[in-house]
């Protein structure tokens, strides 16, 4: 059986494929595919119809790139202007369509690299047809071999549909630790400062340490089984601790915002959204007053415009900004109170 994810990934493939011919016509073998599947045409429907909603915005955008100064409120004043699928199908068409921008090269025994740039956003399809999603200043490389489909994250972050082969597992790794599946979706971001993560959207995966003698052993380190992630669920491994909880369906949607070149905050500190900026530009953002680290923030904003991001900081809570010499935006308290 065709999981969901496959039918997504041949989707977002076929709207690239048309997106980048002016006069694709009638491709047959497209005409071929939408009809073998009710499935194949609402997947691509909604792709196509979420890619266009995306270009209609950006066409609405102002040339000022100001932004709603209500973007950003305290907690729970907010509200989403995404629900969870359109998001989801919004990211995938535009990943679909940003391909190109991906590194790849070909090294010995087989193994592909790939890698994106600070503030790169690629989609890849490997030959088996799993589809892998790089966010910004990624690196990794893939290695099929007889008896599995080995992938190295060197750095960054990734999101993986996998494609279901019982007899060949996928196997991602990652910071010390495995996670291997069979035909599922999860993400994995690799951090220097808090380790590993990884958050389940389909299906389940198995986590475990990888010790130095490269047999994968428990990530839990208490039975011979390996932890178990399902759908819903992410766990955070720092030294030799994993924690696994529960992620909401509008977390989750929030969490892979990054997919469709996007950041959405809601409840996080001023700290946190600005080292998330920072992983997606050159141009660096600092706070200078230790006093509005702890602002919290929410809003979507897109990954790449950190200038709406402090026009909305000005805006909602009167913090101000500055160019520092070698161009650091450097944000401080403003002449009224953040609390306002």
């Known amino acids: 059986m065709i999981h969901a994810g496959d039918i997504e990934a041949q989707a977002a493939t076929w709207l690239a494929r048309r997106d980048a011919v002016a006069d694709s016509g009638e491709i047959p073998e497209f005409t071929a595919w939408l009809a073998a599947d009710p499935r194949h045409r609402a997947a691509y429907l909604r792709l ?55 590194w790849w090269m070909a090294s010995s025994g087989g193994t592909q690299i790939y890698r994106t740039d600070i503030g790169g956003l690629s989609r890849v399809v490997l030959k088996d047809g799993s589809m892998m999603t790089l966010n910004t200043d990624t690196e990794l490389r893939v290695r099929f071999t007889d008896a599995r489909r080995e992938v190295d994250l060197i750095r960054g972050e990734a999101q993986f549909a996998v494609a279901h082969d019982a007899s060949h597992p996928f196997e991602v790794l990652a910071g010390g630790r495995l996670v291997r599946a069979v035909g599922t979706a999860f993400d994995v971001r690799l951090n220097q400062e808090d380790g590993l993560e990884v958050m389940v959207t389909e299906g389940r995966v198995a986590f475990m340490d990888v010790p130095d003698s490269g047999v994968p052993k428990p990530a839990n380190g208490a039975t011979e089984a390996p932890a178990t992630i399902s759908a819903g669920e992410a766990a955070v491994a720092t030294g030799q601790k994993v924690t696994v909880r529960r992620v909401s369906t509008a977390e989750a949607a929030r969490r892979l915002a990054w997919r469709a070149g996007e950041l959405s905050f809601q409840g996080e500190t001023l700290s946190e959204a600005v080292a998330e900026f920072n992983r997606y530009n050159r141009r660096k953002v600092e706070i200078e007053d230790a006093s509005i680290a702890g602002v919290q923030v929410g809003g979507n904003f897109q990954a790449l415009d950190v200038d709406s991001f402090v026009a909305a900081l000005g805006r909602s809570f009167g913090i101000t900004a500055r160019a520092a010499d070698d161009g650091t935006v450097v944000l401080t308290r403003g002449s009224r109170s953040v609390h306002d």
């Open 48 to 102: 196509a119809a979420a890619w266009e909603r995306s270009a209609r915005l950006k066409r609405l955008r102002s040339e000022s790139s100001r932004i709603d100064p209500d973007l950003l409120k305290p907690a729970g004043a907010r509200r989403s202007f995404w629900g969870p699928r359109v998001a989801r199908a919004a990211g995938l068409a535009t990943i679909a369509v940003s391909t190109a921008t991906v």
